[in-house]
């Protein structure tokens, strides 16, 4: 079975700023990992996602995810945000191959001006 | 491509009442997704097809619930009986499977409220 942890249920950090989301997953096998994000009263949309190759993958609006086997992460950064990068942010496993997703609790990202 | 539609958006039931949400995902994608997102939380999966064929079922889809892709096209979630529990925001995704992982494209789900 697959799960997935988001160490921070909330992030405040100030506009411009740089951050970082945690995810951490657990699988006993190879694994497929997703961001997506959320805004309010919306349906998911996917920021990125690692399938193989590199481990470090780029996504939309500037974030992008460094995948690290050893540590069983996939933390999401971005280098400065903007106050639209406002929403809540899930973290998201497909371990069986059959894109059937185990979702983390979710982070939610709050940018003060 | 006009996305996966979820229909309708917002829904209010009184307890014991039946409802059914409709979901259309993107044309030509023969795989179809339900998940449903209680609040605070992340998205469980319930059910997925493969065209027209229901291969999984999550152990939360109790028998209260039935899902539907009758032509391989749109999909239909129906809630017998609801219970305040199952308030949420259902979630449907589609995408294209070809052998290989790709990517799930989510509609903007149905919000259910039991009264």
Redesign the interface.
Known sequence: AQS?TQLDSQVPVFEEAPVELRCNYSSSVSV?LFW?VQYP??????LL?Y?SGSTLVKGINGFEAEFNKSQTSFHLRKPSVHISDTAEY?C?V?GG??????????TRLTINP | DTGVSQNPRHKITKRGQNVTFRCDPISEHNRLYWYRQTLGQGPEFLTYFQNEAQLEKSRLLSDRFSAERPKGSFSTLEIQRTEQGDSAMYLCASSRWTGENTEAFFGQGTRLTVV
Do not use: E
């Open positions: 997935v497929y997506y009263n919306q349906g998911l949309q996917l996602k399938l899930f998201a497909d191959g059959a894109q059937k997703l185990v979702f983390g609790q979710g």
